[in-house]
C-alpha cells in the first residue's frame, strides 16, 4: 500500500501564493512520477505538474511561469510553489504517484485532495 498525504491547501487572494506538500508512505521502492492533478467543478481532472525520474517536470500551459514542482526524493514528498494565482486555478488539488512497491508491483496512488480557493 502507498499512502499520499497532502496539506498547504486554502483560501488567498488573486495575485496571491500558496504551496503544496504531497508526502508518499508505505512499502515503496521507487517512484517512477510523482505530481499534482486538479479538478474544478464542473470540469475534469486536469494535469497541472509532474515531475518524472530521470526526467523534466511538465506542467499545464496555463500554469507554466507561475507554479513550480519540485521533489524531494529523501523524503519522497513534492512539493508545489503556486504563484501570482488567479481565480481560474481555484480547485480541488489531488497529489498523484506512479511507483513501484517493495513486492515489485507498479501501483498508481491519489491523494484525498486538498482545496484551493482563490478570490478575485
Known amino acids: 500500500q502507498v499512502q499520499l498525504v497532502e496539506s498547504g491547501g486554502g483560501l488567498v487572494q488573486s495575485g496571491g501564493s500558496l504551496r503544496l506538500s504531497c508526502a508518499a508512505s508505505?512499502?515503496?521502492?521507487?517512484?517512477?512520477?510523482m505530481g499534482w492533478y486538479r479538478q474544478a467543478p464542473g470540469k475534469e481532472r486536469e494535469l497541472v505538474a509532474r515531475?518524472?525520474?530521470?526526467?523534466?517536470?511538465n506542467y499545464a500551459d496555463s500554469v507554466k511561469g507561475r507554479f513550480t514542482i519540485s521533489r524531494d526524493n529523501a523524503k519522497n514528498t513534492v512539493y508545489l510553489q503556486m504563484n501570482s494565482l488567479k481565480s481560474e486555478d481555484t480547485a480541488v488539488y489531488y497529489c498523484?504517484?506512479?511507483?513501484?512497491?517493495?513486492?515489485?508491483?507498479?501501483?498508481?496512488?491519489w491523494g484525498q485532495g486538498t482545496q484551493v480557493t482563490v478570490s478575485s
Open positions: 498523484h504517484a506512479d511507483t513501484v512497491t517493495t513486492d515489485w508491483i507498479t501501483r498508481i496512488s
Open positions: 508505505g512499502s515503496i521502492l521507487s517512484i517512477n512520477a
Open positions: 515531475t518524472i525520474l530521470g526526467g523534466l517536470p
